[in-house]
C-alpha cells in the first residue's frame, strides 16, 4: 500500500539528444498534472544541469499550449551525467547531493526525467536516493530497455525513409552505388526500419557483423543482373577505422572494389530535427499524461512504458544500463532476407 499522499509540485527535464516529441512529451505530463491533478509545474532547464544548479521556470498550461507540434524541446537538453562523480580538476563534484538539495528546497514531490537510457539509469540513482522519480524513454535510437517504442523513432524512420527514397532517383539517373549512413552506434532499429522501408538493397547493422567481401559480391551480382544501382543503409556503428566515417569506408571500399561510381551521404543531425510524426505525437502524449497519473498515484521509481500498444510502467532498477538491440533472429531480417535484401553476413 502506498502511502503517498497529494503531490503538489513537480518538475520536468529532458536530457540527453533531443529527440521529435519532447515538447509533446512535456504538454502530456504538465497539461494532465495541472488540469487534471491541480498540480504545480517547474520545467528544469538543460537536463539535470537544471536541477543542479536550481535553473527552471515554471510551466503554467499556457505555455504548453501550441507546443505539440514543435521540434526540439522548449526545456533544453544536455548530456551532463551527475554520477560521473569525479571532474574535470579531480575532485568529487558533488552533484547529486546538489540535486538533492534543489528537490527538497524547491519544495518537490516528484521529478519527471524524459530521456534515454544514460537518463533512466540517473533517474534510478536519483530513485535510489529516496526522491520520487518517473522517468519516461525517448529516442531515435529506439533502444531503450523495458519497452517496445520509444518515441522520436517513428519521426526519424520517416526523415531517413525519405532521403533513402530521394537517393534511389539519383542513383538510377547515375548508375551508382549510393550508400547512406543513418544514426545509431548501438542499435540498428533506425537502419533496419529506414533501410527496409526505403527499398535498399543492402543494410548494414551493428547486431549483425558483416563481410565487405559479401557486400561486394552482392553489388556485382546486381549489375550482372541488369539492376544498374544499388543503395546500400549503414548505420553510423558498424564497425569501420576510427578515422573515417562509416559511410565513406564503406564506399571507398566498394568503388576500388567493383569500379562502379560510388557516393556517401551522411544523414546526421537531420534525422533528429522538425516536427514529429502524428504516431510519435500520439505515444509522446500517452507517455506524458500516464507519467502524471503514476505521480498522482505514488508509483514512482518507475519507467512508463508500451507493452503490445498498452501503457504500463517498469522499475528503473530493471531499464538502467541495458541496451534494446536488434535480435538478429527478428522476423523482419528474415523476411527481408527471403526478400532479397543482403545484411552482408550471409551470400
Ligand atoms: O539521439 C541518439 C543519437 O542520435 C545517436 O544515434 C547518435 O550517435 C548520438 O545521438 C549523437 O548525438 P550527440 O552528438 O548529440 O551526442
Redesign the pocket.
Given at each position: 500500500m502506498n502511502t503517498f499522499a497529494k503531490p503538489k509540485r513537480i518538475g520536468i527535464l529532458t536530457a540527453?539528444?533531443d529527440?521529435p516529441g519532447l515538447n509533446a512529451a512535456i504538454r502530456g505530463v504538465g497539461k494532465t498534472a495541472i488540469v487534471e491533478f491541480g498540480m504545480q509545474v517547474l520545467g528544469f532547464n538543460a537536463g539535470f544541469s537544471g536541477l543542479i544548479n536550481g535553473d527552471f521556470i515554471e510551466l503554467k498550461a499556457s505555455q504548453l499550449s501550441g507546443i505539440l507540434t514543435l521540434g526540439g524541446t522548449i526545456l533544453g537538453t544536455s548530456?551532463e551525467k551527475p554520477y560521473k562523480l569525479v571532474a574535470e580538476d579531480g575532485k568529487e563534484n558533488h552533484k547529486p547531493e546538489k540535486i538533492i538539495e534543489n528537490y527538497h528546497h524547491l519544495g518537490l514531490d516528484a521529478v519527471v526525467c524524459i530521456g534515454?537510457n544514460g537518463t533512466m539509469k540517473t533517474a534510478h540513482l536519483l530513485s535510489q536516493e529516496g526522491l520520487n522519480i518517473i522517468g519516461i524513454p525517448k529516442?531515435?535510437?529506439n533502444d531503450v530497455w523495458g519497452t517496445d517504442v520509444t518515441f522520436g523513432f517513428d519521426s526519424a524512420v520517416q526523415i531517413a525513409t525519405d532521403a533513402i527514397d530521394r537517393l534511389h532517383t539519383t542513383a538510377n539517373s547515375h548508375q551508382r552505388v549510393m550508400i547512406i549512413e543513418i544514426?545509431?552506434?548501438n542499435a540498428g532499429w533506425l537502419a533496419l526500419y529506414s533501410g527496409i522501408a526505403g527499398g535498399g538493397d543492402i543494410i548494414l547493422i551493428p547486431e549483425l557483423p558483416y563481410n565487405l567481401d559479401v557486400v561486394i559480391r552482392n553489388i556485382e551480382k546486381r549489375y550482372e543482373d541488369k539492376k544498374p544501382y544499388s543503395i546500400v543503409v549503414v548505420a553510423?556503428g558498424i564497425e569501420h577505422p576510427k578515422n573515417q566515417s562509416a559511410a565513406n569506408y564503406v564506399a571507398k571500399t566498394i568503388e576500388a572494389a567493383t569500379g562502379v561510381e560510388t557516393r556517401e551521404t551522411v544523414l546526421g543531425y537531420i534525422?533528429?530535427g522538425g516536427s514529429p510524426t502524428p504516431m510519435d505525437r500520439i505515444l509522446a502524449t500517452r507517455y506524458g499524461a500516464f507519467a502524471a497519473q503514476c505521480i498522482a498515484d505514488g508509483n514512482f521509481g518507475t519507467m512508463v512504458a508500451i507493452h503490445k500498444n498498452e501503457v504500463t510502467t517498469v522499475p528503473l532498477e530493471e531499464v538502467g544500463g541495458k541496451l534494446r538491440l536488434v535480435e538478429p533472429s527478428l522476423g523482419l531480417i528474415q523476411k527481408a532476407r527471403n526478400m532479397g535484401v543482403s545484411f552482408g553476413d550471409e551470400e
Open positions: 540527453g539528444g529527440c548530456r534515454g529516442t531515435i535510437d544514426m545509431g552506434h553510423e534525422q533528429r
